[in-house]
């Protein structure tokens, strides 16, 4: 698998999803839920520095905040976070993913290539699984599947 493949596949999917789209249909919730387009893009910045968090500890460790958080907060985790972007314009929820699916980016060219298909390196996630699973599964699906609810969402704004 080529994992920098996969990542910039799932990153193209998502931002072409909400590419065209003005501020105001940016703001109008029942896209996922009662989520918007723009709190979709807060929810997908939280988990591409999750996914930062997830390679560092392959690399130097580095700090936690997210993963910190999530296990703080729980099933909250996801709306606290989304707030916090509430006053942000979809521009610069969408400046701030690209910065950190930047950084994604490089620390995944920089994880030695071995170590993705090993079973048992991410044990919180699964003994049977490998970083190749987690990033197919909680990055490159969970992109498609929220790219899925925007493009029902511009579906239904065509027909207005």
């Not at 839920?33 to 979709?40: E, L, M, T």
């Not at 580095?62 to 709306?79: R, T």
């Not at 071995?114 to 699964?126: A, D, K, L, R, S």
Request: proline share 2%; glycine share 8%.
């Amino acid at each position: 698998m080529n994992v920098l493949d996969i990542l910039m596949y799932g990153d193209r999917t998502l931002l072409g999803s909400v590419s065209g789209l003005t501020e105001a249909e940016c703001g109008m919730g029942g896209v996922c839920g009662y989520w918007s387009v723009k709190d979709i893009m807060a929810h997908m910045l939280s988990y591409e520095l999750f996914l930062g968090e997830v390679l560092s500890d392959f690399l130097d460790g580095g700090s936690k905040p997210v993963m910190a958080e999530m296990a703080m907060l729980g099933d909250k985790f996801n709306d606290v976070f989304v707030a916090r972007y509430q006053n942000k314009t979809m521009t610069q929820v969408v400046q701030g993913y690209q910065q950190a699916h930047d950084h994604v980016m490089k620390l995944a060219s920089e994880v030695p290539a071995e170590v993705y298909p090993q079973n048992g390196t991410i044990p919180w996630y699964g003994t049977e699984y490998c970083l190749d699973d987690f990033i197919v599964y909680s990055n490159y699906a969970h992109k498609r599947e929220h790219s899925a609810q925007v493009m029902v969402y511009r579906d239904k704004l065509a027909e207005i």
